[in-house]
């Protein structure tokens, strides 16, 4: 992932410096259980333990020639070690998918962290500002066309418990990822103890893979990346609602836009939702990792590396995209703006007619038949609206008359009240509130 788009927390997980610090972590474990169980001198410990981390330069420059990274990583680290020879009983027993695999599994783990407490954070604001908005009255829209009235908290309320519901399946994928194995050359033990594995799996707090043939085969990442591509999804609807409420014939609502803040580099008037049009473009990006890793899953035999270069991509990409795209719209759902005015005055734009569906259970609790009766004269009073701009009411008096219905407008006066459409939404506001 480009500059741009790196969060600091987020781009240390996926830096290489701090990769070699995980698989110098890793390498330690292994050395340590190795001494515990008798099975290599206890004195090397020590100087492994405190050799430094080499660093991505140095691996750098030996991969080069070596073209193998972890031969590299491995020579390098021998050097920082005193005495050196004590290095010779580093990675003793494992082959290079040992490594890899739990060195990446915990990379995921902490990305993954920072990932549902940034997550945390946008349900608590999508909660509250719902919750803020719960007697904002606006118009419900259906294929963009304005329908029954509503309340602006109750569309937020939908993403609030969307990206809960997200969190929640990301909080699942954690554990999918959270597998390590260190099983030597294609699996099977012959060179190191199942109890090794074990030793290292606890102390990192990951737990071994029900089997490994050298890799982890890689369900439990696609899950985890299919994870991150339906939050950054639900994010991108988030913005979608946004951008559609900015356009300038809605103007219901509006990004926050900041003191010295430029619209355009022609058009000074212009105010454009470029939080949420960045949002929208980021999930893409996310999206499109899922069939490259799940193509990961297929592997020659016991392993091969076709997946590898596909990782070393789709995996921080999607991880830093997705904490970008979480940061971004906290920052956007905090600072917006909402124009309850507006929002009425869009309600009342269309003289009436988002009040036919009430108006036509009206008609048929009188006596008229639906489909040959009710539902025509409904529909031909609010075709006229259309057309004329006369107010619903007075298109439909017209044709009820005709039909030889007098109207009860008391009644009318009633059910024609958008306060009553969302009467039955208290208790999903209070299951908000109760949302974590």
Same mark, same amino acid.
Request: net charge negative.
């Given at each position: 992932?480009?500059?741009?788009?790196?969060?600091? !927390?987020?781009?240390?997980?996926?830096?290489?410096?701090?990769?070699?610090?995980?698989?110098?972590?890793?390498?330690?474990?292994?050395?340590?259980?190795?001494?515990?169980?008798?099975?290599?001198?206890?004195?090397v410990?020590?100087?492994?333990?405190?050799?430094?981390?080499?660093?991505?330069?140095?691996?750098?420059?030996?991969?080069?020639?070596?073209?193998?990274?972890?031969?590299?990583?491995?020579?390098?680290?021998?050097?920082?070690?005193?005495?050196?020879?004590?290095?010779?009983?580093?990675?003793?027993?494992?082959?290079?998918?040992?490594?890899?695999?739990?060195?990446?599994?915990?990379?995921?783990?902490?990305?993954?962290?920072?990932?549902?407490?940034?997550?945390?954070?946008?349900?608590?604001?999508?909660?509250?500002?719902?919750?803020?908005?719960?007697?904002?009255?606006?118009?419900?829209?259906?294929?963009?066309?304005?329908?029954?009235?509503?309340?602006?908290?109750?569309?937020?309320?939908?993403?609030?418990?969307?990206?809960?519901?997200?969190?929640?399946r990301?909080?699942?994928?954690?554990?999918?990822?959270?597998?390590?194995?260190?099983?030597?050359?294609?699996?099977?033990y012959?060179?190191?103890?199942?109890?090794?594995?074990?030793?290292?799996?606890?102390?990192?707090?990951?737990?071994?893979?029900?089997?490994?043939?050298?890799?982890?085969?890689?369900?439990?990442?696609?899950?985890?990346?299919?994870?991150?591509?339906?939050?950054?999804?639900?994010? !991108?609807?988030?913005?979608?609602?946004?951008?559609?409420?900015?356009?300038?014939?809605?103007?219901?609502?509006?990004?926050?836009?900041?003191?010295?803040?430029?619209?355009?580099?022609?058009?000074?008037?212009?105010?454009?939702?470029?939080?949420?049009?960045?949002?929208?473009?980021?999930?893409?990006?996310?999206?499109?990792?899922?069939?490259?890793?799940?193509?990961?899953?297929?592997?020659?035999?016991?392993?091969?590396?076709?997946?590898?270069?596909?990782?070393?991509?789709?995996?921080?990409?999607?991880?830093?995209?997705?904490?970008?795209?979480?940061?971004?719209?906290?920052?956007?759902m905090?600072?917006?703006?909402?124009?309850?005015?507006?929002?009425?005055?869009?309600?009342?734009?269309?003289?009436?007619?988002?009040?036919?569906?009430?108006v036509?259970?009206?008609?048929? !609790?009188?006596?008229?038949?639906?489909?040959?009766?009710?539902?025509?004269?409904?529909q031909?009073?609010?075709?006229?609206?259309?057309?004329?701009?006369?107010?619903?009411?007075?298109?439909?008096?017209?044709?009820?008359?005709?039909?030889g219905?007098?109207l009860?407008?008391?009644r009318?006066?009633?059910?024609?009240?958008?306060?009553?459409?969302?009467?039955?939404?208290?208790?999903?506001? !209070?299951?908000?509130?109760?949302?974590?």
């Open positions: 992932m480009i500059e741009r788009y790196t969060l600091p !927390e987020m781009g240390r997980v996926w830096s290489d410096a701090h990769k070699y610090e995980l698989w110098c972590r890793v390498e330690t474990l292994v050395v340590e259980a190795h001494a515990e169980a008798g099975t290599i001198p206890a004195e410990v020590e100087p492994i333990r405190n050799a430094a981390p080499p660093t991505p330069e140095a691996v750098h420059e030996i991969e080069a020639v070596t073209q193998h990274d972890v031969i590299a990583f491995l020579s390098a680290w021998a050097d920082n070690t005193e005495p050196r020879e004590a290095a010779r009983y580093v990675h003793f027993g494992m082959t290079s998918s040992d490594l890899l695999d739990t060195a990446l599994a915990l990379q995921l783990v902490e990305a993954t962290d920072i990932l549902l407490a940034k997550s945390d954070t946008l349900v608590a604001t999508l909660r509250d500002h719902a919750l803020a908005h719960r007697d904002t009255l606006r118009v419900g829209r259906t294929h963009g066309i304005h329908g029954e009235p509503d309340v602006w908290g109750h569309r937020v309320a939908d993403f609030a418990f969307a990206v809960a519901r997200s969190r929640d990301l909080l699942r994928a954690r554990d999918a990822v959270g597998v390590m194995a260190i099983s030597g050359a294609v699996g099977t012959s060179n190191i103890d199942p109890a090794i594995e074990r030793a290292v799996a606890e102390k990192l707090g990951l737990r071994p893979a029900d089997v490994s043939t050298q890799v982890v085969i890689r369900d439990g990442i696609s899950e985890w990346t299919s994870a991150l591509a339906i939050m950054a999804t639900v994010l !991108e609807a988030v913005a979608l609602e946004v951008r559609h409420g900015q356009r300038t014939e809605v103007r219901e609502l509006w990004e926050p836009f900041g003191k010295g803040q430029k619209g355009s580099s022609a058009m000074p008037h212009k105010k454009n939702p470029i939080m949420s049009e960045r949002l929208a473009g980021m999930a893409r990006i996310v999206r499109a990792q899922i069939v490259p890793v799940l193509e990961g899953i297929p592997l020659w035999h016991e392993r091969d590396i076709s997946h590898s270069s596909t990782e070393r991509i789709a995996l921080p990409d999607a991880a830093t995209a997705l904490d970008y795209m979480l940061s971004l719209t906290n920052r956007l905090s600072g917006l703006v909402v124009d309850a005015e507006r929002m009425r005055a869009n309600l009342d734009s269309t003289g009436g007619l988002i009040y036919t569906s009430t036509l259970l009206e008609l048929v !609790e009188a006596g008229m038949s639906r489909d040959d009766e009710a539902y025509p004269l409904v031909k009073a609010a075709m006229e609206t259309w057309q004329t701009g006369v107010p619903f009411r007075e298109t439909l008096r017209a044709h009820a008359a005709a039909a219905l007098t009860d407008e008391a009318l006066d009633e059910v024609c009240r958008p306060e009553r459409f969302v009467e039955r939404l208290a208790p999903m506001f !209070e299951r908000l509130e109760s949302l974590k």
